[in-house]
């Protein structure tokens, strides 16, 4: 059964660095395009980053453009998160997700274009 397992995240200072973690298993990890999203409390689900099937795209929110990379290795099966510059504003529950890549990828649409989510994982940004 196709499976998005997270680790990282946690509690930093602002101004600090994290790296989220996100590893695939139960399907062909190289079928599909991958997306980060997050959700603050009271808040709805935003798109953070995506990174294609083969790493030729990428593709970020404005809020974390130029702070936050994402990158994946196919050999093995996991995507990531690189956050840098933290600030309180990034606090939220962050969830990896899987789209195949035979279709259009939306990859802001967290309702229909993904198949496969991880289980989420804090990220607590606090002095």
């Known amino acids: 059964q196709a499976q998005l397992v997270q680790s990282g995240g946690g509690l930093v200072q602002p101004g600090g660095s994290l790296r989220l973690s996100c590893a695939a298993s139960?399907?062909?990890?190289?079928?599909?395009?991958m997306g980060w999203f997050r959700q603050a409390p009271g808040m709805e689900r935003e798109f953070v980053a995506a990174i294609t099937w083969n790493g030729h795209g990428t593709y970020y929110a404005d809020s974390v453009k130029g702070r936050f990379t994402i990158s994946r290795d196919n050999a093995k099966n996991t995507v990531y998160l690189q956050m840098n510059s933290l600030k309180p504003g990034d606090t939220a529950v962050y969830s990896c997700a899987a789209a195949i890549k035979y279709r259009s990828f939306h990859f802001e649409d967290f309702r229909e274009t993904y198949d496969y989510w991880g289980q989420g994982t804090q990220v607590t940004v606090s002095s």
């Open positions: 139960g399907h062909t990890f190289s079928n599909y395009n």
